[in-house]
């Protein structure tokens, strides 16, 4: 299995910036895509900026320009960092990855898709 632990997240007036981290552990083999999704309340989940399996990076057209997604592989830890933050980015940010574990003394592998826990993002003067 994989975990996720994210932090970074709060509450920042507008214009403010913000730093998340995502950090996976456990039995893994791979992490063949890991990014940022968020939902705002009665909203549908949506991405936000992601590392995709071919190192491709994609954003939102929303925060282009403003949000900038990086990763330490040594370290399987995923940041996001958030400037120029504007009241519509309230949201719950969720860090993803789709990342392979081994199942067997064979050594072979399962690739999933695993979610973290959420972290709370509060933009408001």
């Known amino acids: 299995q994989v975990q996720l632990v994210e932090s970074g997240g709060g509450l920042v007036q507008p214009g403010g910036s913000l730093r998340l981290s995502c950090a996976a552990s456990g039995s893994i083999f791979s992490i063949n895509a890991m990014g940022w999704y968020r939902q705002a309340p009665g909203k549908q989940r949506e991405l936000v900026a992601a590392?995709?399996?071919?190192?491709?990076?994609n954003y939102a057209d929303s925060v282009k320009g403003r949000f900038s997604i990086s990763r330490n592989n040594a370290k399987n830890t995923a940041y996001l960092q958030m400037n120029s933050l504007k009241p519509e980015d309230t949201a719950v940010y969720y860090c993803h990855c789709n990342a392979a574990i081994v199942v067997n003394i064979e050594g072979a592998t399962l690739a999933r898709d695993y979610w973290g826990q959420g972290t709370q993002v509060r933009v408001s003067s």
């Open positions: 590392f995709s399996s071919g190192g491709i990076t």
